[in-house]
C-alpha cells in the first residue's frame, strides 16, 4: 500500500493557504492511488519540543551504550524517521517565517535528521539514507517575488534549505509547488491560490 507522509507546518488551524493546497493535492493523490494511506502531523501542535541535550546524546551514543534515560530521549526521533522511512511520498507545507521555515517544521527536521538513520557519513562524503524516493513540498510566501530569477529571490531561504535538506537524505524526486502573494487583495489570492492546485494534480 501506497504511503503519503503529510508534514503540515502552518501555524494557522483556519485559513491556511499552504493547508488548502495540501489539502487539494492529498485528494489528487487519493484519486491516482485509491488504496493509498495518508499520515497527517500536524507539527505546530506543539508535539515536537525543539531538540535537547539528551536527545543529542542519544543520537551520538552507539546502541550498546545506550541508557533507558537516552532511549526516553530519543523514542520520539525513532517514531518520526519509522514514519518517514515507510512513507512513499513525503508532502510538506511551508509557508515563510521571516525567510525561512516556520520553526515548528525545523523542530521535525531536527528530530528526522539523523546519523546512522536518515544519513551516513562514509569514506569522506555524507549518504542520504531516506527510503522515501518522492517529496512535494507546498510554500506559502505573504509576498511575492521569492522564485528563481524574481527580484526577491536572495531571500528565499525555504525552498533552496529544504531542496538541499532533502537530496541530503537521499530524496532524489522533490517537487515545490508555490504560492505567493497570500496577504494581496482577495481577487489576487484566488488566482494564486488556484494557480497552484492546478500544479497538484500534475504532481500526484
Ligand atoms: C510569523 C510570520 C512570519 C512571516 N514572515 C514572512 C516573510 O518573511 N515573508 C513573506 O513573504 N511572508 C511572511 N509571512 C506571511 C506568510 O508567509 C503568509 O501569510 C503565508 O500565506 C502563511 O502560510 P499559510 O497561509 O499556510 O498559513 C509571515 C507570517 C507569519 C505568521
Known amino acids: ?6 508534514i503540515n507546518s502552518s501555524s494557522r488551524q483556519t485559513g491556511s493557504h499552504s493547508t488548502a493546497i495540501a489539502d487539494h493535492f492529498e485528494d489528487c493523490f487519493r484519486n491516482k492511488h ?14 515536537i519540543p525543539i531538540i535537547s541535550q539528551k536527545t ?5 551514543t552507539p546502541d550498546a551504550a545506550m541508557t533507558a534515560d537516552l532511549r526516553e530521549a530519543t523514542s520520539l ?16 507545507t ?3 517565517y521571516n525567510f525561512s521555515v516556520p520553526a515548528a517544521l525545523k523542530a521535525w ?5 539523523r546519523m546512522g538513520h536518515t544519513f551516513a557519513y562514509e569514506d569522506g562524503a555524507f549518504k542520504g539514507l531516506a527510503r522515501t524516493r518522492r517529496a512535494v513540498v507546498v510554500c506559502a510566501y505573504g509576498a511575492e517575488g521569492y522564485l528563481d530569477g524574481e527580484a ?11 531542496q538541499f535538506l532533502l537530496s541530503f537524505l537521499g530524496i532524489t524526486d522533490i517537487r515545490f ?8 487583495d482577495a481577487d489576487t489570492v484566488a488566482v494564486n491560490v488556484e494557480a497552484a492546485k492546478k500544479e497538484c494534480q500534475l504532481a500526484a
Open 152 to 162: 526577491f529571490s536572495a531571500a528565499n531561504f525555504v525552498q533552496p534549505y529544504l
Open 1 to 6: 500500500m501506497t504511503l503519503l507522509l503529510r
Open 177 to 184: 509547488i508555490s504560492v505567493q502573494g497570500t496577504t494581496a
Open 94 to 96: 511551508a509557508p515563510i
Open 56 to 60: 543529542i546524546e542519544g543520537f551520538y
Open 77 to 92: 526521533s525513532d517514531s518520526l524517521i519509522e514514519e518517514l522511512q515507510q512513507a512513499d511520498t513525503l508532502l510538506i
Open 34 to 47: 485509491p488504496d493509498c494511506r495518508v499520515l497527517s502531523r500536524h507539527v505546530a501542535d506543539g508535539s
Open 109 to 113: 527536521i531536527d528530530q528526522v535528521v
